[in-house]
């Protein structure tokens, strides 16, 4: 057992909020920034089903795009038009998503 902890792993006496906890749990294992991509994901396909009513294949955030794998010609065509509005939307409902600049149909 190593002499010394670094100060994140000693035990503190005053009680941490769980938010604040599972923050520095997530930055301590280096998983925030996924963290945040699933939540821009999730946020995505919520918007796509409440908006259009079906669900989308595979989405993925590469170089501040996002991925959207459709299995609809129609849906594609129609997504394709709304895709200015799907972003602002998206950045509306999860403020993480600011980064995006685009959303590209596969």
Request: no cysteine.
């Amino acid at each position: 057992m190593p002499k010394f902890f670094p100060p994140e792993f000693i035990r503190k006496s005053e009680v941490t909020p769980l938010q604040e906890a599972i923050r520095r749990m997530l930055e301590v294992y280096g998983l925030s920034e996924k963290y945040e991509e699933v939540q821009v994901i999730q946020a995505l396909r919520d918007i796509l089903e409440t908006a259009f009513g079906s669900k989308p294949g595979d989405i993925f955030i590469r170089n501040n795009q996002v991925f959207v794998k459709l299995h609809s010609a129609p849906l594609r065509k129609e997504l394709s038009m709304w895709r200015d509005e799907l972003l602002l939307r998206l950045k509306e409902k999860e403020p993480k998503a600011a980064s995006i600049w685009a959303i590209v149909l596969i």
